[in-house]
Each structure stands twice: as C-alpha cells, then as structure tokens.
C-alpha cells in the first residue's frame, strides 16, 4: 500500500479514538438534556472539577490550603498519605453524588419553569463558580493525573503493522491510553443503556424524559430524578476527567472539551445517546482528516479548532435537528 | 409623592409617544448626559478612564447590540467576540489601507463590514432555532479568530501578528495611540454610546423592532400574522453585529490600542457580552448599560478590596472572582430572571404609588 494512504488510515483511527473521548463528553450533555431540558453547559467544568477532586483525594491534598494558609499565615500542604486508585475514584463519585444534591436542592429547584435559555446561563455561571471553587480547593497548578493506566504508543501494533508499508512508514502509532479510553466507553454505554432499558429507575428517568407532566401524575419524583441525572452526569464527567486527565494533565484547559462536545452534538442531536457516540466518531474522524488533507497542506494548520462547528453547521442547515435527534415539531 | 404621570398632560402625537413618558425620567436623562458630556471629561484621570469608565462604554455598544439581537429578536448568540474582532480588523485594515481617512468614519465603516459578516453568518438562523442556534454562532467565533490568526493579510504581515493602532486625531484632538489623553478616549466613546443608544431606543420601538419581538415571542405566528423571517431575522443580526463592530472598533483602536486576536476577542469575550445582557435585563436598553456597569465595576472592586484592602494573593482573589461572578449569576437568575432592568422598573412602579402602599 502506498505510505500515504498508510498515514491517512493511521490518522482515521486516531481520529476515531479522538472521537470516543469526544463522546464521552457528549454523553454527559445528552443525559441532562434528555432528563431536564437543561442544556448543561457546566459538563466540562464538572470534568475538571472531578479529576481535580480525584487527584487531590489521591495525593492526600489538603482542600482550600491555599486560602488557608493566606487567611491564618500557616503553611500546610497535604495529610500526607495516598490513597490508592480504586478507593479515590469511589470517593471523587461520592463527591460528585454530593454535588448533584447540591445543585438539585440550590439551583434547580428554584429554576422549575423557567425558559431553557435561563437554565442555560444558569449553568453558565455554575461553571464559572465551580472553575473558581475547584481551583481555590485544590490550586490551580497543572496536576499529573495516574490512575494507572498504561500510557504511550502501542509497540505491539506498530511492530505488527510496519509491514504493511514501504521504507518512510514505521507502523501505526496508537496511544494505549485511547485504546482503553474506547473500552471504557464502551462499557459505560452498554451500561447506561442497560440501566435505562431494565431497571426502574431507568424506566423513571425514560418517562421523565418523555414527559415531565405525565411522568410526575403517575407518581414519579421529579427532584429524585434530577439528582440521579446529575450524579450519572457526574460519574460520565468523572470518566471523561480521568481519560483526558491522564492524556494531557489535569488543568484549566481540560474543561475546554465542552467546546469539543458541542458539535458533536449538534450533529448527533441534543436528545439521542447514540447521535452522541455516532457524531463524536463522525467529528473525530472528520477534523483529523480535514486537518491532515487539507487544513495542514493548504490552510495554514490549527483547523481542528473550527472545523467540527463548521461541519456541524452545514449539516444542521439541512437536517435542524442532528442526526438522531427527535423531530422538531412546532405548535401555535 | 413628585415622580408620577399625573399632571403632565400630552398635547401632541409627539409628546405621547416620547421616551420618558414622565418627567423625572426626561429630567434625570438629560442630567446624566450633562454631567457625562459636559463634567466627568474634566475630571476624568488616566485610571478612571482605562479601569472603568472607557470599557464601560464600549462594553455598553457591545451589550446593547446583543440585546438587540438576543433580548429583542431571541436569536441567542455565542459569536460576539468574533464580530468584536471583525470590527477591530477591519478598523486596522482601514486604518492602514487609508491613512487620510478619519477615525470616526473608520470605526463607522468597520461597524458595516461587521454587519455584512454577521448577516453572512445570521443566514443559518433561518433553519436553525433555539440551543442549535446558539451553538451554531460558536462557529462564527471560532472561524473569525482562526481566520484573524492564520492570513496574515489581516495583520499586514507583521512578525509579532499582533496589530497596533497608529495615532489618528479628530478636530485636532489625539484619539489613537499612546499618546490620547483620558479625557479624550472617554469623550470619543461617549459620543458613539449616545448615538447608538438613541438609534437602538428608536429601532426597537419602530417597526423594525415590533417585528423582531413578534419573531421572538414565537416565530411561526409572527410568520402568520405577515412578518418576513427573513427580513426580519438578518436586519437583526446585520444591526446587531453593527453595534458589536463598533464596539470592537472602538475596543482596538482606542482602548486597547495593540491586540492579539485569540486573547482580546476569545469565548471568554463573547459569554463576558452575554452575561451583561441577563444580568441587565434582556430586551431593555437601560438593562444593556446596567448589565455593562456591573460586570466592568464588580471585578475592579473586587480586585480593590481583595487585594488591596485585605492583602491576598492575587491569584485567590482571582478564584474568589470567578466564584463570585458565577454565583452571583445563578442568584441573579434565582431572585430576578430579568435582570437588574426589571429591578428598576418594580422600584419605578413602587416610587409612583409612594408613600402609599397599594
């Protein structure tokens, strides 16, 4: 095969990869809009909040030590201790359990009725009060996040695929940690969907979905519901921090991949779990392939940063409601 | 007891139709505008004007372009720090193009260049509604900065790609540059934050705007009863990235003076414009110049008492910022989802009743 049409597939796949942890993100969106109506612009700051709670549990951090020692001039950094992996991620989801509570009982409940664009700079400013609460807590540093997962490129697969090409060509490059990132995804949303088709809350939180009014008449909590929402919304959050907190480091720019998710679901629609991991796919494939054909070669590089919006766009003019998305059906 | 109707009678069409139905209003307007044109100029020092009073007005231009576009024709925008930078680049293109021309039709150009890209990108608005929408003018954003940061014509070829001001004047008066006086960058601003609200104030009640607020109670029925969506949704976005163009004119060339297109007109930029607008109030032209004053005082304060009067670090009281913006949003939506216009307005309804309860 010749090396060129090597590359363009290696960068198919990484695109793919790319387009599983956009997906993930996504998922979280989907989930409260499906749930709520809120469009829940808070889920990448909820993604850093988490790897930051969970780095910060994990190396024993001492929260707010920042603030403390400028308040009463101590100078006190961690407990001292580390917690192992496991144990951490349980009590990072407990944390982000915690904040679903916490938002169902300050912010919803007061917001019910209120018109979507409302709820949406609600959770506007809940993102910037969380980017500023989760930095105060545990310090704005760039944190190395290690859950133990293996990292780097597969050596496995390049050794394997070296032979496919010519001389300039040195096997496929795929990072282990995206291969994993695919597989926890997976699980997550064979689960998800598990949960949703057959268990009762599943059931509950398909009716509340469905129809607010009718899923409350038949007896069923609405502010239960939420909170169960959030706290999934949460854990996703949790996995989508951990898998780009291990990529690239756990900072600021990790909440940053809400703008990742956005057109991704847009392109899958608002309302369906798998326009979420389709368009996350399509998205990932197509602003790598872009990049590598035409955006580098012709346009000057950096094309990633607008080419899922465009892509998004120029689909929406023709199909308003994504991919999957439920059909938008206007009354007078 | 002194602030109501009663008395004042309307004798012409005019005076019916006025602004400021009552008088105190009409005093009070005309009061503020002496004191801003005729008093603060004299008193105006170099940090009142950089900190405080010169990205207030120009945040107001910004604000109540988006009002116009958000507020009156419920179109919600995320765009706002890309058409800031449309303006920005195509006052410095004007700028260096035309030499001769004059600064104040420079920035008046850049507002109509900017309403022809904001009515290019409006287009899909007529096929894509609601959070759709929304997240579709993030592509405006996001393109208009690539674009800005990748073709360096935009930037004269200039290794640093920053673009810088040159020194312009008006009526003999230094206006860009390094060398302007406070007094001189204030009064500029002010006279653009005058027109423009009078013509926004004029436009929202006309027919123009009684056709974009039919679109945003509910677009099919505003379609029924005969208003062109068209026509209606692009004079929307092409008067409203107007406005926006001129604020990011005005934000280059005489605030700033030097940008870098990622870090002035970044997404930070464009939700920073949006907050202004709901916590001012959407759909009021007052509310667009609370919102401005409020979201440009409360970090100034905050950054006064934190740091200097309580002596922290500035990196916490960057953090305290954040949580205390945030927060004082979600109250803000909480406690009044129409911002601080439609506080005004219950104080103005208590204030005619006053001292009588009912």
């Known amino acids: 095969m010749p090396n060129q049409l090597l590359f363009a597939i290696e960068v198919t796949i990484n695109g793919l990869m790319a387009g599983v942890m956009y997906s993930l993100v996504a998922l979280g ?30 190396n024993g951090q001492v929260p707010f030590s920042h603030l403390i020692n400028a308040v009463f001039g101590t100078d006190i950094h961690h407990f001292g201790w580390h917690v192992p992996a496991f144990l951490a991620i349980l009590l990072a989801a407990g944390v982000m359990v915690l ?41 704005s540093e760039i944190k190395k996040l290690d859950v133990g997962l293996p990292q780097g490129g597969s050596l496995w697969l390049e050794a394997k695929s070296k032979v496919l090409g010519g001389d300039g060509f040195y096997g496929f490059y795929i990072d282990k940690l995206d291969i994993w990132a695919t597989f926890f995804a997976a699980v997550l949303v064979i689960s998800l969907v598990l949960f949703s088709q057959y268990t009762k809350t599943g059931r509950a939180l398909r009716a509340v979905a469905d129809d607010h009014q009718a899923a409350l008449s038949v007896g069923i909590s609405l502010r239960a519901i939420w909170v169960i929402v959030w706290s999934i919304a949460g854990f996703v959050a949790l996995v989508a921090g951990i898998m780009w907190g291990a990529k690239s480091g756990v900072q600021f720019s990790l909440s940053l991949i809400a703008l990742k998710a956005l057109p991704v679901l847009m392109l899958g ?64 | 007891m002194w602030y109501r109707e009663a008395g004042d009678f309307k004798k012409t069409y005019s005076e019916d139709s006025q602004t400021f139905p009552i008088r105190l209003d009409r005093i009070g307007y005309f009061v503020i505008l002496l004191v801003a044109v005729l008093v603060v100029p004299f008193f105006i020092t170099s940090y009142a004007a950089n900190a405080v009073l010169v990205p207030f007005l120009i945040y107001a231009i910004a604000v109540l372009g988006l009002n116009i576009l ?8 995320l765009g706002t720090g890309g058409f800031m930078a449309v303006g920005a680049y195509a006052s410095y293109k004007l700028m260096t193009s035309f030499p001769d021309l004059n600064i104040f039709f420079v920035v008046i150009l850049a507002g109509f260049v900017t309403a022809a890209v904001g009515m290019m990108f409006g287009l899909p608005s007529l096929r894509i509604k609601g959070f759709y929408l929304a997240v579709a003018t993030l592509a405006a954003q996001f393109f208009l900065v690539w674009l800005f940061n990748k073709v360096p014509w935009f930037y004269n070829y200039s ?81 409203s990235s107007f406005f926006i163009g001129i604020a990011g004119a005005l934000y280059f060339t005489v605030y700033l003076g030097a940008v870098e297109v990622g ?29 401005a004053a409020f979201l440009v005082l409360m970090p100034v304060l905050l950054k006064n008492v934190l740091v200097g009067g309580m002596g922290w670090p500035t990196d916490i009281a960057a953090h305290f910022e954040f949580i205390i913006v945030g927060g004082l949003i979600i109250t803000f939506l909480i406690l009044e989802p129409h911002g601080l216009a439609q506080l005004w307005r219950i104080i103005k309804e208590k204030m005619r009743l006053w001292p009588f309860p009912h």
Not at chain 2, 70 to 75: A, E, I, L, M
Not at chain 2, 217 to 237: H, R, Y
């Open chain 2, 263 to 291: 870090e002035a007109f970044g997404i930070t930029q464009s939700f920073l414009v949006l907050f202004m607008v709901i916590i001012g109030g959407l759909g009021s032209i007052l509310g667009s110049f609370a919102g």
């Open chain 1, 269 to 332: 629609g608002f309302t369906s779990i798998p326009g979420a991991i389709v368009g996350g796919l399509i998205i990932g494939v197509g602003e790598k392939l872009f990049e590598f054909l035409i955006g580098a070669p012709f346009l000057g590089g950096a094309t990633e940063n607008w080419f899922a919006y465009m892509l998004a766009l120029v689909f929406l003019v023709f199909r308003p409601q994504g991919l999957f998305g439920d059909k938008i059906i206007e009354r007078v």
């Open chain 1, 99 to 139: 904040f679903a509570i916490i938002v169902e009982r300050y912010i919803l409940k007061h917001l019910v009725n209120q018109e979507p664009i409302i709820l949406f700079m609600a959770t506007i400013g809940l993102a910037y009060f969380m980017e500023g609460f989760g930095d105060l807590m545990w310090g």
């Open chain 2, 70 to 77: 958000t507020g009156y024709c419920g179109q919600v925008s």
């Open chain 1, 29 to 58: 969106f989907v989930l409260i809009f499906k749930a709520s109506g809120i469009f829940n612009y808070a889920q990448g700051v909820m993604a850093l909040f988490a790897a930051l709670t969970l780095v910060g549990i994990q």
């Open chain 2, 159 to 239: 290794a640093s790609g920053q673009i810088n001001a040159p020194e312009r004047t008006l009526l003999g008066y230094i206006i860009t540059g390094p060398n302007t006086s406070p007094s001189a960058k204030y009064l500029f601003c002010l006279a653009f934050v005058i027109l423009l609200a009078w013509i926004a104030r004029n436009l929202t009640r006309g027919t123009l705007g009684r056709s974009w607020m039919a679109i945003r109670d509910m677009d099919i029925a505003a379609e029924i009863i005969g208003v062109n969506p068209l026509k209606a949704k692009l004079s929307a976005f092409g008067v």
